[in-house]
């Protein structure tokens, strides 16, 4: 009768068998593929060749004894010993050490790609497209039966919300890449925000249709901006290179496309908050502008101002009366000096000639201060009504400034006029006195006038004609009733003297 044994003695018996010589202590040699390092410093890969493959395991306390760092690709002789892992039932090819034999094929070919596309500016940064903040609309070009859609869903189920779209595609073997490509040319027909391109990890042969050239270019040529989540943290493919965003893992990749909710709300939160302050900070800037504004306006001031602005009218009224008497006691020294020269003969049609002329004068004299004087009156009736100090004060000083200018004018045209005449006179008549004393009444009366459009200018010559302004109980002026209430107590000011009254009721005008 045949033994009976168990799983675990079959696999200790076959452990024993391997201790034989012929498969202990030997160098094998092949490429590493699929190599994975755990955090407890142990490797796990695959060491084949063109027909054949084993797994092999490298223990940490092994990898001392080598001199380089092991990866997919690499072409090595590794020296160990065949085993099997009891619980399990595994056959594996444990590794003592590693030297290197050289670069594996498929390697080789991924660095001369990775090299061309590269020259060709396909890996530029300055080409790659930014990732948008909110994507609606997201697609997935993977398989439809792996892992890797799951947990894409599962991630972006708990960050901002995105409607996910999938291309079903080949993601290893032969025409995977066709189906890939396919994939991205559907979701940028279809009209999505982001593409994710993904897979699990696997090795270099099982990630191959990632490194291929047809996929890198569709990556490139797409509108819509592409995530490579291809393999591992460690595994790199010619897709991650062409994409305009790698992530680690396709889990990564929902992880930086979509913000967390939380994130969110507390970005919103704080913008709410920085615009609440905003807000405070200009409504007490203008409360103080506004508490200012008042102070400037307050009815001490305006009538500051205006007593001010009358004594400047009184001294241009004063400068204006001695410039004109000036020009009249010149004039007449001249005519004067020039009478002991006079003939007979020519006076009287000299002087008529003259005194038109000097009437002439005169008159445009008058008129020029008239046309001031009532432009002045104009506006500062307005200005009156309304009390407000920085029309008052910049009207005034206008005015000024033009009086001042015409009355240097007048001067001075009046002087260069009868320097003229000295020149000119070569005889004077019998009535130089009574022509001189024409003129001088008719030059009085011009300023007379002028003296009383002047006087017109005075603000508070408006209030002596019946007007007053009304302010409120805080000494605000009021320029409307819509801003009196019934009840409310109100200031009326005159000219000499002010009262207090309450509002009993109030009418507006339509």
Aim: with cysteine; net charge neutral; hydrophobic share 40%.
């Amino acid at each position: 009768m045949s033994e009976t044994m168990t799983v675990t003695q079959l696999n200790n018996r076959v452990k024993t068998l391997l201790k034989h010589a012929s498969v202990t202590n030997i160098w094998v040699s092949g490429e590493i593929s699929g190599i994975k390092k755990y955090a407890s410093g142990h490797y796990y890969f695959t060491l084949k060749d063109p027909t054949g493959a084993v797994a092999a395991v490298l223990f940490a306390r092994s990898r001392q004894n080598m001199t380089f760092e092991p990866r997919d690709g690499d072409k090595v002789e590794a020296f160990g010993s065949a085993d099997v892992y009891p619980q399990t039932g595994k056959y594996q090819f444990v590794v003592e050490t590693m030297r290197r034999s050289g670069i594996g094929d498929l390697y080789i070919k991924f660095e001369e790609l990775k090299s061309r596309l590269k020259e060709e500016g396909l890996f530029d940064e300055s080409r790659k497209r930014k990732m948008p903040l909110y994507p609606r609309r997201i697609g997935v070009v993977t398989s439809e039966s792996g892992a890797v859609i799951h947990d894409i869903i599962t991630t972006s189920a708990n960050r901002f919300p995105a409607d996910i779209f999938l291309a079903p595609s080949q993601v290893q073997g032969e025409g995977a890449a066709k189906t890939i490509v396919a994939g991205i040319e559907l979701l940028n027909r279809f009209g999505v925000d982001v593409i994710i391109v993904a897979r699990g990890g696997g090795s270099l042969e099982d990630l191959w249709p990632f490194n291929e050239e047809i996929v890198a270019r569709a990556i490139v040529a797409s509108k819509t901006p592409v995530v490579s989540a291809v393999g591992h943290e460690t595994d790199f493919t010619i897709a991650d290179f062409s994409a305009d965003l790698r992530a680690p893992t396709p889990t990564g990749a929902a992880a930086l496309i979509l913000r967390d909710r939380t994130e969110v709300v507390s970005d919103v939160e704080s913008m709410m908050l920085r615009a609440t302050k905003t807000l405070e900070s200009v409504s007490r800037s203008m409360e103080d502008r506004l508490e200012n504004l008042g102070k400037r306006v307050s009815l001490s001031t305006v009538m500051n101002e205006m007593y001010i602005r009358v004594m400047q009218v009184d001294d241009l009224s004063e400068r204006s009366n001695k410039a004109m008497s000036l020009v009249m006691e010149r004039a007449g020294n001249r005519v004067e000096m020039a009478s002991s020269r006079m003939s007979s003969g020519r006076t009287e049609q000299w002087m008529e000639h003259k005194s038109g002329y000097l009437e002439d004068l005169s008159s445009r004299a008058a008129r020029a201060l008239r046309s001031v004087s009532d432009a002045a009156s104009s506006r500062y009736g307005l200005s009156a009504a309304r009390i407000m100090p920085e029309a008052i004060m910049s009207d005034m000083d206008g005015k000024r400034l033009a009086l001042d200018s015409m009355l240097d004018k007048i001067a001075s045209k009046a002087a260069d006029k009868m320097k003229g005449c000295d020149m000119r006179m070569v005889a004077i008549g019998s009535r130089p006195d009574k022509a001189m004393e024409g003129i001088a009444e008719r030059l009085a009366s011009s300023l007379e006038t002028a003296s009383r459009n002047l006087e017109g200018l005075n603000p508070l010559n408006v209030l002596s004609r019946g007007y007053g302004f009304i302010t409120s109980a805080e000494g605000d002026v009021l320029t409307s009733a819509g801003s009196m209430s019934k009840g409310d107590m109100v200031t009326i000011h005159m000219r000499d003297g002010s009262a207090v009254a309450e509002v009993k009721e109030k009418e507006m005008k339509r």
